[in-house]
């Protein structure tokens, strides 16, 4: 089947035509594709397929499901939007010809590489393979050596050590936000694999489809509930009541993945001692914001006026589950340790440090009474970071966030290492 235009969009050369999907130029919408999913399954390298009416549609939510929240999360990936039931736009990028497979638990493939291991053995952190896409000789496993070895470069990137780090901590965390979130479905995300292509800037995104071919889902941890595509292919004979299994296994996937990103019902006070601080607490503000964390100032004084401190606190306590106090007093800290002295939620102490003065300003904060329990930090964003670390605990979108963070800071030194290497000082 041709087209000429989708969604709106005019349709170029086909670029490559796979299995289960299409992926065609985008003349007017420049370093972009689009992509379009078939009604097809298939198995083991295509030596099984069938047709599968309502799979495009199914496979192509999932996928735009999964990238809104990654994307959402921070993350560089090569998706835009989806445009029809059946395709999406995706940034144009040159595949790099790796599969990246996590693990959480030893089931499957492993196993029969791996004979003595036993099923559902939990790898901690999580076991990572890597595969080269070669559908003749069945995807062989491969080293990282090898694709050292390979010498690959695409769009002017090199395929390094660094990029093989940077690409496995990716997957890593990909997994591990994806974990989480079906975690709170009640459902295990056993493994799962993704691919990486190199953009026209020549940078490293997350691209493909992610959807019910990539991992496997066990329901309740309870591989007997599988609703992933190894229902399929562990089918020895297929009948139409079989794909129909198999498709209602998808549409649940699917489902599920409604309104994944949880609701944002915590929030940080962030309390002053004077309204002259106010600079210092806009930017603790301006750093939680990027954490996804909501945010109110207030002004109050423990010393000179400390039941109006202790009604603020109240306020907050009578109304929220979920809640973090950061304190910004400088001099004489009262703020912070009255603050902790009358309430079960977490105070962080964040003082506007006078840095010609720094050790007697950070003092009272540090040198509290026995019985209190707030923390010390002196930089706005450490105190932000410190905020959404106890709140990620219990909302995994800040945490992916969090998570996010660390490997853009891999990132970052990444690059710093890659423009200093080879030059020598005298």
Known sequence: MSFTEIGGHKLGKLIIEGKTKQVYDLPNKKGHCLILSKDRITAGDGVKAHDLAGKAAISTQTNGKVFE?????????????????????????????????????????????????????RFCPPKQEIFFKDDANHDPQWCEEQILAAGFEFNGRKIGQNEIDFMRQYTIVVFEILEKAWATRQCALIDMKIEFGVNDDGNIILADVIDSDSWRLWPDGDKRLMVDKQVYRNLTKVSQSDLDTVKRNFEWVSKQLDNIIPKNDSLVVILMGSASDLVHCEKIGKYCQEYGLNVELRVSSAHKGTRTT???????????????????AGRSNGLGPVLSGNTTYPVINCPPVDYANVNLDIWSSLNVPSGLGCSTVIYPEAAALHAAQILGINNYFIWSKLRVKQLKLLSALQKGDANVKGVRTA
Do not use: H
Request: hydrophobic share 50%; proline share 4%.
């Open 69 to 121: 929240l990654l994307n959402a999360a921070g993350l560089n990936t090569a998706f835009v939007e989806t445009v029809t039931e059946t395709a999406f736009i995706a940034k144009k990028c040159f595949m790099i010809p790796i599969e990246w497979v996590c693990r959480r638990l030893a089931t499957g493939s492993f196993l029969r590489r791996n004979p003595g291991v036993p099923e559902g053995f």
């Open 310 to 328: 202790l009604d603020i606190v109240a306020e907050y306590e009578g109304s929220l589950g979920k809640l973090v106090f950061i304190t910004v």
